[in-house]
Nanobody, 117 residues
Framework: QVQLVESGGGLVEPGGSLRLSCDAS????????MGWYRQTPGKQHEFELVAQIGRRDTTKYADSVKGRFTISRDNAKNTLYLQMNSLKPEDTAVYYC?????????WGQGTQVTVSS
């Protein structure tokens, strides 16, 4: 059974930083390109891909987070990370990890990130 468990979210002021983690089990993690997605308030049925990392650590970012977010992976720990710096109120969302492209049955519970003063 595949499980993707996100953690590390919270409430942070604009300009602050957070580091998200995603612990994967039930899959051969190193075989997959992985991504971080988010659902923003009012768009609960849309998953926006904000960052992805390939099997050989090539990365790609949405324009809205480029230069502020960094995705990384540790295949030995089956863990995906998202370092988020210079956070803005518009980054407020529930963040999820999944394969890239996503496999619908793999969605976890996500982790809430709220950027507010």
């Amino acid at each position: 059974q595949v499980q993707l468990v996100e953690s590390g979210g919270g409430l942070v002021e604009p300009g602050g930083s957070l580091r998200l983690s995603c612990d994967a089990s039930g899959i051969i993690f190193s075989f997959y390109a992985m991504g971080w997605y988010r659902q923003t308030p009012g768009k609960q049925h849309e998953f926006e891909l904000v960052a992805q990392i390939g099997r050989r650590d090539t990365t790609k970012y949405a324009d809205s987070v480029k230069g502020r977010f960094t995705i990384s992976r540790d295949n030995a720990k089956n863990t995906l990370y998202l370092q988020m710096n210079s956070l803005k109120p518009e980054d407020t969302a529930v963040y999820y990890c999944n394969t890239a492209p996503e496999i619908p049955m793999y969605w976890g519970q996500g982790t809430q990130v709220t950027v507010s003063s």
